[in-house]
């Protein structure tokens, strides 16, 4: 029998589980920080392992299907060992989250509705499982802050957010889905799109952003859509100008939306922009990623491994992302 839920203690058992985590606000990439606590009832009891899960709640592919609570990510952090009697039995922990986890929070508040915990399962002899589950609140890496705050500074409204099950074509990904933030267009950008959908694909050198645009005409019965990647690196993510960085992909993106498009008429081009004054520089070199637990701030990348010098850092004002074309659908 299974036992799942956030329940502390089994009526079968006896056995009480209680998880804390040291902060449980963190950044992908990082590592948990917590213990586990076990408390044994009136008898032994023997355990078979304590594993930690994170669980998110994922939209289907088919769009009439419900959404689902999913366990994306686990780990183990004990195996045998038996609780004696009365007594308890801690395991501390240092889960590491993976680079593609979604971001929770922006801004100090949830975003939409967004939310991750942390599960414990505690495998009990003969055959009983015990779930606890404590929320965790995921903070985006300093390059996914400096994407989210540039949208917000160009004037684009979020109205909504999701994890999508499935796999991007073309793309790198170790998660069964990715995060979907969607945005009205901001006013400088309406006339060639409606709506921006924006998709972070993260690993330990860097972030990949998937700009998805669409154009509808209700009216018109006319739409179309296009799809633009951006390659952007952890290092020097203080440094960067990041209104001038992502005003520079979105002209790119828009002029290559406006060029694909069957209705030229409906779809005009973005020529100049009140925010930049000229096109984004070169990208800067990859990174080595960012160190740190949870608990800590987190130094961006520079630490040894790399196999030889570290880059110099990026002047101030460097857009520092390469556009990587994808085929719009």
Excluded: C, K
């Excluded at 920080?33 to 078979?48: H, Y």
């Excluded at 096109?279 to 520079?302: K, Y």
């Amino acid at each position: 029998m299974r036992l799942t839920g956030v329940s502390s203690e089994s009526v079968w058992t006896g056995l009480s589980v209680s998880t804390t985590v040291t902060n449980p606000s963190t950044r992908p990439g990082l590592r948990l920080p917590g213990r586990v606590t076990l408390t044994a009832g009136g008898e032994d009891l023997p355990v078979r392992h304590v594993r930690l899960g994170l669980v998110a709640q994922l939209e289907p592919e088919d769009p009439d299907a419900p959404r689902r609570l999913v366990q994306y990510h686990q780990m183990p952090v004990a195996g045998r060992f038996v609780v004696p009697a009365g007594r308890r039995r801690a395991v501390d922990f240092a889960f590491p989250l993976p680079w593609e986890s979604p971001v929770t929070m922006f801004g100090g508040v949830p975003l939409m509705s967004l939310r991750t915990g942390l599960r414990t399962e505690v495998s009990v002899d003969p055959d009983l499982d015990q779930g606890a589950m404590v929320p965790v609140f995921i903070h985006p890496l300093p390059v996914q802050q400096g994407v989210l705050s540039a949208l917000d500074t160009l004037g684009f409204v979020m109205r909504q957010a999701g994890l999508q099950h499935g796999r991007l074509p073309g793309v790198e990904q170790t998660l069964p889905f990715y995060e979907r933030l969607g945005y009205w267009a901001a006013p400088l950008y309406a006339g060639p799109i409606t709506e921006l959908e924006v998709i972070f694909v993260t690993n330990a050198a860097g972030l990949e952003v998937l700009l998805w645009m669409d154009r509808r005409l209700s009216l018109a019965g006319v739409t179309h859509q296009s799809i633009s990647r951006f390659r952007v690196w952890h290092a020097g993510a203080g440094q960067r100008d990041w209104v001038a960085t992502v005003d520079g992909w979105l002209r790119h993106a828009i002029d290559r939306h406006a060029a694909a498009a069957a209705h030229a008429d409906w779809s005009a081009m973005i020529r100049e922009s009140a925010h930049v004054s000229r096109h984004p520089d070169e990208p800067v070199q990859p990174g080595f990623g960012l160190q740190g637990t949870a608990g800590g701030g987190g130094g961006i990348g520079g630490g040894g491994g790399g196999g030889g010098p570290a880059p110099p850092p990026p002047r101030a004002g460097a857009a520092g992302g390469r556009a990587q074309e994808a085929r719009g659908g």
